[in-house]
């Protein structure tokens, strides 16, 4: 089992940037896959950007593609979110995930932190 404590929310103007962090703990990484995901109010969860922690290509949500930068710090164990040209559609709670590489469902997620942009 994965731990995983997300931090790095706020309140943001339009147009601002924000940086999420997720710190991980319990496991090694090496074998997988760090999502970032989103639930707006009345909205389901959804996709925003992933990341092999091994290495490799990122995956982003269309909305978000040009916008959003997901990296990792293998010496810290810790998964980034960089927002940056933000809009008040990205409003929502954020929450990390992680999987296993072999599995298709995120199964370790963390407790989600907000993000607000006001227009």
């Known amino acids: 089992q994965v731990q995983l404590v997300e931090s790095g929310g706020g309140l943001v103007q339009a147009g601002g940037s924000l940086r999420l962090s997720c710190a991980a703990s319990g496991r090694t990484l090496s074998g997988y896959f760090m999502g970032w995901f989103r639930q707006a109010p009345g909205k389901e969860r959804e996709f925003v950007a992933s990341?092999?922690?091994?290495?490799?290509?990122?995956y982003y949500a269309n909305s978000v593609k040009g916008r959003f930068t997901i990296s990792r710090d293998n010496a810290k164990n810790t998964v980034y979110l960089q927002m940056n040209s933000l809009k008040p559609e990205d409003t929502a709670v954020y929450y990390c995930?992680?999987?296993?590489?072999?599995?298709?469902?995120?199964?370790?997620w963390g407790q989600g932190t907000q993000v607000t942009v006001s227009s």
């Open positions: 995930a992680a999987r296993m590489v072999d599995q298709s469902e995120y199964n370790n």
């Open positions: 990341i092999r922690w091994s290495g490799g290509s990122a």
